[in-house]
Each structure stands twice: as structure tokens, then as C-alpha cells.
């Protein structure tokens, strides 16, 4: 292999970014995998992230089989296990970052153009075939939806592996409130190898330079060189054009794509699923996993997928690809193991489209809604409420984006909503699955801010509103409004004697028990990862932290929209049966018309 550090890569504006190339030793012209990104080239994945690598060495062995680990980098690919197969490997550190100068600005339309660039710079090399393919985890995913709706001529195909698709939905804002996560993570991981850390910083294994530098700048000076992310996101509260900017328009991007998305990461689910829905290609897959989002995209598995891909369309090679199906599914089940089905279609087209009512009497999730409009008051930073099936008498698969349409009345101006899809055992004990980045997460997430319902009608469909976010509609103490709640796509197959539930809340849900749990970015995860929405200025209390109502029956059913999915032994037509759920009730709630009074 054949080894080029820190080569120069001059952009339009003349500011130069510093890539690494791998090439196979030989003289021959080859495709090229790049990334471009702002963790540091020369960081090891081995010291930068030990919790994750040593969940590999002891979980995934094959993930790192085949590889001395030298030239592992964080969510990208591992050249020892590339370029022997003909690919030429580059990793460019993006403008501000790692080995590269300029002002550091995430995601934004300067980094996205220098993305551009540096696929044409490749292209024309005297190594290169002509034909760029991009490949990589999270942020290295997220900026292959963004440029490639530039339509870089030389781009061949791309591969977002678990990354969103909309800056503003996906990664920062979930329903119009704020997840803290760039707060937790821009310090460390993006500020914490900036260009200029220089010699506070990590050294380069293979080197020995380092991997913030050269040079070494004052903390005055670094501060000078990059945006305030955390500061702008909150200064941001509507979709405007700071968000715009930064998400790509899907349905400009032709290349061929393979759409790999985590079944439970709250950053990127959702936009891996919107990529592969919108983006104009007419050549673009779609394959669906679990566990945590670094371990998929290394492991034997993963690799075998990335390479039958792009050997396809960087090599030419017999890889299979031209037998893929459109749609490729690890379903989740309850001990954590996976099936995997080939499918046409996303969402599958023999979806029964189910409506589970939230009974305020029974607190069930009944095939019926109740024939009386009743409600119910919560603190709104409280536990909320929680809705379940009986135990089953058959099995259940839900598979697919589901939607929460619930009437609520707030005592305040405004209401967080947050809404939690759970699973008991038998033994009423939460079932969890191992995560993105929670060992212990939940089945399925949806959150809204109610003052942000408002959505575009040509855009929604019934399981997945589309809320525009760029109109505030404050809510008036007690007055009721229906509201539509996204919920992002998930699977599982719940056997018999297990029940569904929902959690209602103005809160990050929180699952039960003593612990211990673990912590991560300074957040302890139980259920939600380190995706939580708790920052007081988004959510201050005199606003948030009132009386919520939930109001069902009668005129305004409140249900989810749940995605059933029939047994294979039923036959494509078969219909959901509600008879295992029936049962009689007294009804002691009193009936709710009208305006509510606050409280």
C-alpha cells in the first residue's frame, strides 16, 4: 500500500485542505472511496474512541479482523481492508480541522462546496479512474446527501451508512426542540481537534505529528476560527435559512445511492429513511439495522454489502448488485436477534395501517375509540401517561413510521410533547435493544412541540406529518388543538403474551429501575441515549413545565397510527384482528366539552 500524507488540495477561495491517500502500490488507475470531515484524520479510532473500540474487540471481533488497526479512522473505512481490493482510499480533513486551516463551519455551504472540489481533485488524479464513491458513518454520512445534491461530475455513487438528511429535523432540532447533543459533542469531538489545538492535541500514530496541527494557536485565537454551533442552534429556534443552508435538496441527487439506516439512532433514523424516499435517483437501496451505529458499518457483514455496491457501480464487477432488492431488513425481535428480509418497498406495501386509541378510562390502547370525549391532566414535566395493550394472544410485528395524533389542551402558552414506544414482557419488565448509542433503548421515538404543529398538507402523508416549522402558533391556557406527532420508523416483532405501549410526557422518557446506567457525553442514558432535550433555554419552566391535558373520545380520538405488518402463515390480505383485545369497563371519567380551564 501505498501511503500519501497530508497531500494538498487547493480549494477556489486558495485556502488548502490536507488529505491522506492509500493506494495499491502498483501503477494502475483505480476508483476512489474519500471522506471529508472534521474528526481528524490522524486521530486513531483505537485512542479516540477506546469505549467503542473495545466494544469491537470483545463483541465484534470480525470488525477488526484482517487489520493491523494503524490506519483505523473514527467512521470511516479501513484502508487495509480496501485498497487491496483496487480501491484508492482518501480521508481530507475538512476547512478548520485536523491537519487543515481556515474557519470551521459545520455542515455549511463553504464545507459542502470544498466536499465538491475535492471529489473533482480526485477524479483527475493520475491513480484514479475517473469514478468517486463516498462511504461513511454519521457526519461523513450526513455531508454525502449534502453534496451530492450538487451533482459533483465525478461522483459515482454514495453511501450515507447512518447519517440524517435534515439539519434541522434530524440532527438538532426533533419536533422544534432542541436536542442537546451538539452541546455535549461539539466541544470535544469537533472543537477538540480543530486546526490549531496543535500541540494540546493527539499525535499521529503512523507520524508522529500532530493530528491538530501544525501549528498551535491561542484558545482566543482557535475561538475566532469557528462558528459557536451550540450558541446558533439556540438562537435558531424556526426553520429558516441557517437550517436551509445546511440541508440538501434529496431530490437533486442522481448518483446511485445504498441508504443504510440504524433502527434506533435519534440523529440520523429518520434522515436515512426521507434519503432514500426523496433522492432522485433511480438506482437507490435501502438497508435497515440495529445495534450500535459504529459496529454494523465495520463489520463482515457490512463490509461485504459496501463492496458488492460499489464494486458494481466504481468497478463494473459481477458483484450480484443487479439481483439487490430495493429494500433490505434486519427485524428487530425481543432477545435482540435480527431477521433478515428482502422487501420491495418502503414503507412495505402490505402494511395494515392501524389505529391503537388511547382509552383515558381503561389507560389501554383499544381497537375502539370511546364514544364520550373525556380527559386527563399531567405535569408537564412529570412521567406523563402510559397506554398498553392486553397481553397478546398472537404475535405482532410493527415495521415502518407511525404517527401519534393526540388533542391536547396546555396551561400555558405552549406544550412539549414526547411520545415513547415501549414493550413489556410477560413479567411487565420494559423489554430494550441495544441501540445507537444506548444499550438499553427503547422501540420507537416521537416529539413535538405544540406550538409548532402546523404542517404542509401536500407534503404530509397520515404516518409521517411533515411539520413545516417556520411559523410559531402559540397555544391559548386551556383551549384545545389537535396535534400531529411524528414518530421516527422502527421495527419489532412482539410475541404472544408481551404487550404494546405508548408514553405520553412533556419529558424525555426515562425507563424504570435503580440502575446503574450508563453515561456518556455527560448524560446518563436510560432509554434515550445521550439524546436528551432538557436545556432550560428551550425549554424554560414558565413555559414549559405547566399542566398538559390529553383530551380522547368522542369528536377528538386521540390514537397512534401504527405500521402492523401481517404474518407470513396469514396471507398479504390479512387484517389485524382486535378480538384479544376486548374487554368491558366501568367509566367513571367525566365527560370534557369545550374549553378547558387552565390546570
Given amino acids: 500500500m501505498q501511503t500519501d500524507w497530508d497531500v494538498p488540495i487547493v480549494m477556489d477561495d486558495g485556502v488548502v485542505l490536507r488529505a491522506d491517500v492509500f493506494r495499491p502500490g502498483d501503477s494502475g488507475r483505480c476508483p476512489v472511496i474519500m471522506t471529508h470531515g472534521p474528526y481528524a484524520k490522524w486521530l486513531a479510532f483505537e485512542e479516540g474512541f477506546p469505549r ?18 494503524l490506519h483505523m479512522n473514527w467512521e470511516t473505512v479501513d484502508p487495509e481492508k480496501w485498497v487491496p481490493d483496487g480501491y484508492v482510499v482518501i480521508r481530507v480533513d475538512s476547512r478548520g480541522a485536523g491537519r487543515s486551516p481556515g474557519y470551521l463551519d459545520i455542515f455549511s455551504p463553504r464545507e459542502t462546496r470544498d466536499y465538491y472540489e475535492c471529489i473533482e481533485w480526485a477524479a483527475a488524479q493520475s491513480w484514479s479512474n475517473g469514478k468517486v464513491g463516498l462511504l461513511g458513518v454519521s457526519y461523513y454520512a450526513i455531508n454525502q446527501w449534502q453534496v451530492a445534491a450538487l451533482q459533483p461530475p465525478h461522483l459515482a455513487a454514495i453511501c450515507p451508512w447512518e447519517g440524517g438528511s435534515d439539519f434541522y429535523r434530524d440532527f438538532t432540532r426533533h419536533g422544534g426542540i432542541l436536542n442537546v447533543f451538539v452541546r455535549q459533542w461539539y466541544p470535544p469531538q469537533v472543537a477538540g481537534v480543530q486546526h490549531g489545538v496543535g500541540e494540546r492535541g493527539p499525535r499521529h500514530r503512523a507520524t508522529g505529528g500532530l493530528a491538530a496541527g501544525p501549528d498551535t494557536l491561542t484558545e482566543p485565537e482557535l475561538a475566532a476560527s469557528r462558528a459557536d454551533t451550540p450558541a446558533l442552534l439556540l438562537g435558531h429556534p424556526m426553520l429558516d435559512d441557517y437550517y436551509r443552508d445546511r440541508s440538501p435538496e434529496l431530490e437533486r441527487i442522481m448518483v446511485p445511492v445504498l441508504s443504510a439506516a440504524n433502527w434506533a439512532h435519534h440523529l440520523h433514523t429518520r434522515g436515512n429513511f426521507e434519503g432514500y424516499a426523496r433522492a432522485g435517483s433511480a438506482q437507490k437501496w435501502l438497508e435497515v439495522h440495529g445495534l450500535q451505529h459504529w459496529v454494523e458499518f465495520y463489520t463482515d457483514y457490512g463490509v461485504a454489502l459496501q463492496k458488492r455496491f460499489f464494486g458494481h457501480f466504481l468497478k463494473g464487477e459481477d458483484t450480484g448488485w443487479d439481483r439487490q432488492p430495493p429494500v433490505l431488513l434486519q427485524v428487530r425481535r425481543v432477545d435482540g436477534s435480527f431477521q433478515q428480509r428482502a422487501e420491495q418497498e418502503w414503507p412495505l406495501g402490505r402494511t395494515q395501517w392501524t389505529r391503537f386509541q388511547l382509552d383515558i378510562v381503561t389507560r389501554e390502547l383499544a381497537a375502539e375509540p370511546d364514544g364520550t370525549q373525556r380527559a386527563i391532566a399531567f405535569p408537564a414535566m412529570g412521567t406523563g401517561l402510559d397506554f398498553w395493550t392486553p397481553p397478546l394472544d398472537r404475535p405482532l410485528e410493527i415495521t415502518g413510521p407511525s404517527a401519534g395524533r393526540l388533542t391536547i389542551a396546555s396551561s400555558t402558552a405552549d406544550a412539549d410533547l414526547f411520545l415513547t414506544l415501549r414493550v413489556l414482557d410477560p413479567d411487565g419488565r420494559d423489554v430494550t435493544f441495544v ?165
Fill in 52 to 69: 467503542q473500540w473495545a466494544n469491537l474487540e470483545s463483541q465484534h471481533p470480525d470488525a477488526l479482523a484482517g487489520s493491523s488497526g
Fill in 435 to 599: 441501540s445507537g448509542q444506548d444499550p438499553r433503548g427503547c422501540v420507537g421515538f416521537g416529539w413535538l412541540r405544540a406550538s409548532h404543529r402546523k404542517t404542509d398538507p401536500e407534503r404530509s402523508l397520515p404516518w409521517r406529518p411533515w411539520h413545516t416549522h417556520d411559523e410559531r402558533q402559540p397555544l391559548t391556557p386551556g383551549e384545545p388543538v389537535t396535534v400531529d406527532v411524528e414518530i421516527w420508523p422502527t421495527s419489532v416483532v412482539i410475541p404472544a403474551g408481551y404487550r404494546l405501549g405508548v408514553s405520553v410526557s412533556g419529558r424525555d422518557f426515562e425507563l424504570p429501575g435503580d440502575g446503574p446506567w450508563p453515561v456518556a457525553f455527560g448524560v446518563t442514558m436510560r432509554g434515550n441515549g445521550i439524546f436528551v432535550h432538557d436545556d432550560p433555554a428551550d425549554r424554560p419552566q414558565a413555559t414549559f413545565g405547566g399542566t398538559t391535558t390529553l383530551l380522547s373520545g368522542g369528536d377528538t380520538p386521540s390514537y397512534l397510527l401504527l405500521p402492523v405488518i401481517p404474518a407470513a402463515d396469514t396471507g398479504q390480505q390479512a387484517a389485524w384482528e382486535w378480538d384479544h383485545y376486548g374487554s368491558s369497563h366501568s367509566d367513571p371519567t367525566p365527560t370534557v366539552a369545550g374549553r378547558l380551564a387552565p390546570g
